[in-house]
């Protein structure tokens, strides 16, 4: 199947050998883009160098891709996922990675460890109060650097080649320009995109695990089934 993902412009990564992996072809569509902040970031890294932090958490490989290279002497770091922890390892930073895919995971990974721990946190330009809220709630000290913006395009998402298009955040469905057809199958990357979009009058066909190989196996299994009922 042949699959349109949603992506920053250059931030595709490895999608295309994990796509194949699992049977697929994909190419990437931009219903956003970024506009890194580099203020806060120097800012960031000067904190990080002044050791401010006990911990740092990287929610999305972005803040990390962008951040790495600048960062030495590193306290404990959490990345959200593989990805993220791969663009930090490029780096030399050595992490551990949260065995779910949602920065809601992040406190009860930590669990006691954070009372009275400040939290280094490099992100988008996007609020997620729950996670601040589950911070201070647990005895944390969250900082925020929102270190990039993300803009909407306002261009049409390619899909006239697309089998199946594929939501990788909630934020790339509410401010992407598309139209639904019939025999386009639509996917959320987790339950989170999901709820986006059929708030938005959406009902995604595949709902993954919040990451991208989840939701292949996810597409992979819908499929099996699909052609057995045939």
Avoid at 17 to 32: D, E, I, K, W
Avoid at 47 to 54: G, P, S
Avoid at 173 to 201: D, F, H, N, Q, S
Wanted: proline letters at 7%; hydrophobic letters at 40%.
């Amino acid at each position: 199947m042949k699959i349109a993902v949603t992506r920053l412009a250059g931030k595709e990564g490895r999608d295309k050998a994990r796509c194949a992996a699992f049977g697929h072809t994909c190419y990437s569509v931009h219903p956003l883009q970024s506009e890194v902040q580099e203020e806060v970031v120097s800012a960031f890294a000067g904190a990080v160098d002044r050791r401010e932090f006990d911990c740092i958490f990287f929610t999305s490989a972005l803040p990390a891709k962008i951040l790495a290279p600048l960062l030495k002497n590193t306290p404990r770091v959490i990345a959200i996922g593989p990805e993220t922890a791969r663009e930090l390892g490029q780096c030399g930073i050595s992490c551990e990675t949260l065995p779910g895919y949602y920065s809601r995971d992040f406190v009860p990974y930590l669990g006691e460890w954070i009372r009275g721990k400040t939290i280094g946190l490099p992100r988008a330009d996007v609020p997620n109060a729950p996670l601040i809220n589950a911070i201070i709630k647990a005895g944390g000290i969250p900082r925020e650097f929102r270190c990039y913006r993300l803009a909407p395009t306002n261009e049409p998402l390619d899909l006239c080649r697309a089998e199946a298009v594929l939501f990788t955040s909630a934020m790339s469905y509410t401010k992407a320009v598309w139209t639904p057809r019939p025999g386009l199958l639509v996917m959320a990357i987790g339950e989170v995109t999901a709820g986006a979009m059929m708030c938005g009058g959406t009902v995604p066909t595949i709902v993954g695990d919040g990451s991208l190989e989840g939701t292949l196996m996810a597409l992979n299994n819908y499929c099996g089934r699909t052609r057995i009922i045939r």
